[in-house]
């Protein structure tokens, strides 16, 4: 069986879970025996591959690869839809609807126009799945849908022997968010919550140096409530999320992700949006909810989580390694190439 990994994204320009995602699918499914490659190009030797296993929904490859022969199966970010209000997303159905009706590329480029062409398509969790066919019932089949969550790696952790954490200066008790300093992560809005609550968070993720906002949000370190120690090494990684009582991330939309299975890996509490996003994590016992949008509310509700907070005895929600789903994905596979 040979896959090709394709996506129109490049790393050094987005850094993030869907690169975390490609990277520790191919790790994995290798040593399940699966002959598998970022699609390049310029390569026509890959022509010869079984599967195309989509990052990003593109209908003209996604037809051109059904008319030569091969599989294709689409992993699917729906992050921005699912989190819309109701009244937005009927917004977005209407202009999608608009956008259908137009002639030519007007219309035949839309994303939603590659779906027709997918053996199948995988979503994180069921809101997305949920919001995706209620946005699309013409161009997804239900008997195509399926769900593989995220998960984390167990070679990344317990990796900092010799790491002192009291070296970086943090108190005793601290919250962590992991995530790229973004709007979308409302990083600057924790930020300013973190220190009305006077609740300690140790932010780690990349960050655009030039980027108006990460400057905004360098304004607000202050090493008593906002610790920004920049993007760490794999290592210092774990030190400091081993020694960390829980996790927040206020995000707008997610699809998984990544650094919240991670976090979970690490026995913590989660703080996390009042949002769809947030709802679909498997059979959850420590998720918290923060209202975000209210400000006197959500700085409460992140003063009192930062009091109950503590390393658990299990895991927050039900978690599984990229070696664990890297199998189900591998089953998946199969089964369509089993269709004739």
């Not at 190009?41 to 030569?68: E, R, T």
């Not at 002192?164 to 919550?193: D, M």
Request: net charge neutral; proline share 5%; with cysteine.
């Amino acid at each position: 069986m040979k896959v090709l990994l394709f996506d129109t994204t490049n790393a050094f320009l987005t850094p993030g879970g869907k690169t975390t995602h490609a990277l520790k699918l191919q790790q994995e499914l290798e040593k399940l025996g699966v002959n598998i490659e970022f699609a390049r190009w310029w390569d026509k030797s890959q022509d010869d591959c079984d599967i195309i296993h989509f990052l990003a929904p593109v209908p003209h490859i996604a037809k051109l690869a059904k008319g030569k022969g091969m599989k294709t199966f689409l992993s699917l970010i729906f992050d921005y839809e699912s989190n819309k209000p109701l009244k937005e997303q009927k917004k977005t159905i209407f202009k999608n609807r608009i956008i259908d009706k137009l002639p030519g590329v007007l219309s035949s480029n839309a994303y939603w126009k590659s779906f027709p062409f997918m053996d199948k398509i995988q979503f994180m969790h069921e809101y997305d799945k949920n919001t995706a066919l209620k946005y699309f019932p013409k161009y997804i089949d239900e008997d195509k849908v399926l769900i593989i969550p995220h998960a984390f790696d167990p070679s990344d952790m317990n990796i900092s022997n010799g790491l002192n954490i009291t070296e970086l200066n943090f108190p005793k008790k601290y919250l962590i968010s992991c995530a790229n300093i973004s709007e979308r992560k409302q990083s600057l809005l924790l930020a300013k919550y973190a220190k009305k609550a006077q609740v300690p968070i140790v932010f780690l993720g990349s960050s655009t140096l030039t980027d108006l906002y990460f400057i905004r949000f360098q304004k607000e370190i202050d090493n008593q409530f906002v610790f920004y120690p920049g993007y760490v090494s794999r290592e210092w990684k774990d030190c400091i999320e081993s020694h960390a009582s829980g996790y927040v991330l206020l995000s707008q939309g997610e699809s998984g992700c990544i650094a919240v299975y991670e976090a979970a890996a690490y026995n913590m509490p989660l703080l996390l949006s009042n949002l769809p996003w947030a709802w679909g994590y498997d059979s959850p016992t420590d998720i918290y909810f923060c209202d975000y949008n209210n400000e006197d509310k959500a700085i409460q509700q992140l003063g009192d989580f930062y009091t109950k907070a503590h390393k658990l005895n299990h895991p927050p929600f039900k978690i599984q390694t990229w070696h664990e789903i890297a199998e189900m994905y591998l089953l998946q596979y199969k089964k369509i190439l089993e269709c004739h």
